[in-house]
């Protein structure tokens, strides 16, 4: 997990949460502090980590409004991050997405919403096949370019 200054607060009740919840491992970067801080560096704290890890680790970014942070965790080749707001995109995020990092909003959603999120989130499981495909596509494009798709 790794937050900006926007969502210290809900980063760390959410640390505890996924620990004494769902019993996982977390490992926090931070922040510590509200003072402030660039999301991009914390967003590559976790995104180098979790691309460098087991292939069934996952990551949480929080930001202010969650958008920064999904900006910048897509930037990585490797990291589907899905900014959440609700538990049906959560829900998806996984099923169709694969997503491996989820993104909230500390000054959108409230404890309880990102709790119901975080829970629906950790337990999904990818679906493949045809969803698959579509990941292939994206992961195929060269950086900066359209692949051909155009
Ligand atoms: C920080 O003030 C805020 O800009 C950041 O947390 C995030 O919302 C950016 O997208």
Redo the contacts with the bound molecule.
Sequence with gaps: MAA????LELKNDLAVWIRDRHGLEVVDFGVHSTA?VD?PDLAASLCRDLLAGDPQDRGILL???????S?AANRWPGVRAALCHDAYTARMSRLHNDANVLVL???VIGLGVARDLVDVWLVESFEGGRHQRRLDKMEALPQGQDGGNS
Aim: with cysteine; proline share 0%; glycine share 36%.
């Design positions: 900006d200054h926007g969502a402030s999301y930001c202010g409004t969650g958008l920064g942070m900006i909003g500390g000054r």
